[in-house]
């Protein structure tokens, strides 16, 4: 969230604890009711959003597809190395062209792609097992070539579905804040004409100024007043 949204959040959540430390002055007025259960309602959804908004966050999804990745290239690279001069003693010109990688470009390209040419490689080695023990190549290390495609291909989807997420949740919160405005537009009317108690409104219209407290006095400017809500 902006600092803005927060400073909102801040108020909106610091005036619901102002009304339920007085109840007696709102609980018997049903409209002041429904309103306050509204506001509630709608900072409850804003933290949601903004927690999700939080979590969701990308970058450890890339570090792991990254390292997945440079995992699945560090697995097949040995196949290649014992499938490569497999080929061209048996002058299998099919099998060589199928396999014949440097291995950067084992992972080089779309990642689909990647996992395509990891696994065309893992099945010519499977089928080759016998020839490929002259090689180096064991049936341990085809195994565990598999693995590491299989582990990696859910990864960057993942990652997508993850982002959307974000995305969904940021999209929300401009909404659910122009909500809330509305709302506390209502609040200001019905505070001033339904409680009484000069103090308990003289606080309430303290915590509505929204400062937008980023960076304070100590740089010397002023504090400037956010977006408001009412």
Do not use: C
């Not at 400062?211 to 007043?225: H, P, V």
């Amino acid at each position: 969230m902006e600092q803005w949204q927060l400073n909102v959040l801040r108020m909106s959540r610091g005036e619901l604890a102002h009304f339920d430390g007085a109840p007696a002055l709102w609980d018997q007025k049903p409209v002041l009711v429904t309103v306050l259960n509204t506001v509630r309602a709608l900072t409850n959804g804003i933290v949601q959003a903004g927690l999700t908004q939080q979590e969701l966050i990308t970058t450890g999804y890339t570090l792991d597809k990254d390292q997945q990745l440079t995992l699945m290239g560090a697995v097949t690279e040995p196949l290649v190395r014992g499938l490569r001069p497999l080929a061209r003693m048996t002058n299998d010109n099919v099998l060589l062209k199928q396999v014949d990688f440097a291995p950067s470009e084992l992972v080089r390209g779309p990642e689909q792609e990647s996992v395509n040419r990891a696994q065309l490689i893992h099945d010519a080695a499977a089928t080759r097992v016998a020839d490929l023990a002259n090689y180096g190549v064991t049936p341990a290390m085809i195994s565990a070539q598999q693995v590491a495609i299989d582990t990696f291909k859910p990864l960057a989807g993942l990652r997508d579905a993850v982002g959307g997420k974000r995305q969904t949740a940021t999209a929300t919160l401009p909404e659910l804040f122009t909500q809330l405005r509305t709302q506390f537009e209502l609040l200001d009317d019905l505070t001033e004409n339904l409680v009484d108690g000069a103090t308990f409104k003289a606080t309430y219209r303290e915590l509505r100024a929204i400062i937008d407290t980023r960076g304070g006095r100590g740089d010397g400017g002023t504090n400037d007043a956010t977006p408001p809500v009412g």
